[in-house]
């Protein structure tokens, strides 16, 4: 089993800049990817950005060029380094790994409020 916990949500003035972090605990050579998610009010959960253990990060078209995903293999933490926020971007955040059996591991979301 693989548990994550985000952090680094908050308010922000658009334009601004949030980075959120996600530490894994647990199985941690199990997991296959991570990435991050988000859900807006009545919107359903869209993907953001991967990472995967192997190959290339991939964005959503809304975020790239101004999101980056990264991991520090030693902390076991993936981050999400946001600039150039827009309003649009507003909404709670999961983190999310999928372990080699294929299961998705959750957290409990963080959130982001980009005021205009």
């Known amino acids: 089993q693989v548990q994550l916990v985000e952090s680094g949500g908050g308010l922000v003035q658009a334009g601004g800049s949030l980075r959120l972090s996600c530490e894994a605990s647990g199985i941690i050579a199990s997991i296959r990817a991570m990435g991050w998610y988000r859900q807006a009010p009545g919107k359903q959960r869209e993907l953001v950005a991967t990472i995967p253990r192997d190959g290339p990060t991939t964005y959503a078209d809304s975020v790239e060029g101004r999101f980056s995903i990264s991991r520090d293999n030693a902390k076991n933490t993936m981050y999400l380094q946001m600039y150039g926020l827009k309003p649009e971007d507003t909404a709670v955040y999961y983190c999310?790994?999928?372990?080699?059996?294929?299961?998705?591991?959750w957290g409990q979301g963080t959130q982001v409020t980009v005021s205009s």
């Open positions: 999310h790994a999928l372990t080699l059996l294929l299961n998705h591991c």
